[in-house]
Structures are given as structure tokens and as C-alpha cells.
């Protein structure tokens, strides 16, 4: 089971902190990531962490904006979301994948994003 959280409104240059709690599998042995959609479009990979080695992923858009990175005693992961565009408005959805960041194996809840011009 995954939780995010942390979504919200903010100005355009602000910054959020999402969180991604998980429960119930191997949280250590995981890549959890995060995709983000906007109504009408397809779902968007953002951004996935490999927690057992920590290595990151990222679309090209969010490169050098967002961080993601992982808390392995709290079974958390993070998205720091920087220098926010009103392109980043979306639902953002938190994912667990049991081999790597693809295939998925499970999806959380989504948490609205809002950036305002």
C-alpha cells in the first residue's frame, strides 16, 4: 500500500515537498516513483528512485527542479519540487515496482498539485 501526500497550492518559483509512505512490501528492495497526469492526457512518468542503490531517474522537464530521494527508516520516499512551473499543475501519483521502475506493481492515491501564474 502506498500514501502520498503533500500536494497543494502554490505560486509559480514556489516549492512542495511530496511524501510517499509505504506499507506492507519490501520497501527496501523497491523502486517507487512518481507520475503525475493532467486531465484529458496521458499519465507522465516524473521521476523514480531505486532504493536499494539509490539511483534516480528523471523527465527531462523536471531535471535540475526536482528531487527525489528516499528515507528507508521511515519507509518514505520524497519528491522536493523546486522553481514550480504552472506546467507541473497535476495529479501526482506515488508507484511501487518489485524489479525497477517499470513495470509497475502498484499505484497510491493521487495528490493534486496547483501552480499558480
Known amino acids: 500500500q502506498l500514501q502520498a501526500s503533500g500536494g497543494g497550492l502554490v505560486q509559480a518559483g514556489g516549492s512542495l515537498l511530496l511524501s510517499c509512505a509505504g506499507f506492507g512490501f519490501g520497501f527496501g528492495d523497491s523502486a517507487i516513483g512518481w507520475f503525475r497526469q493532467v486531465p484529458g492526457k496521458a499519465r507522465e512518468a516524473v521521476a523514480c528512485i531505486n532504493v536499494p542503490n539509490g539511483s534516480t531517474h528523471y523527465v527531462d522537464s523536471v531535471k535540475g527542479r526536482f528531487t527525489i530521494f528516499s528515507d528507508s527508516a521511515k519507509n518514505t520516499v520524497y519528491l522536493q519540487m523546486n522553481i514550480l512551473e504552472p506546467e507541473d499543475t497535476a495529479v501526482y501519483y506515488c508507484?511501487?515496482?518489485?524489479?525497477?521502475?517499470?513495470?509497475?506493481?502498484?499505484w497510491g492515491q493521487g495528490t493534486q498539485v496547483t501552480v499558480s501564474s
Open positions: 508507484t511501487q515496482g518489485t524489479f525497477g521502475c517499470y513495470p509497475v506493481d502498484s
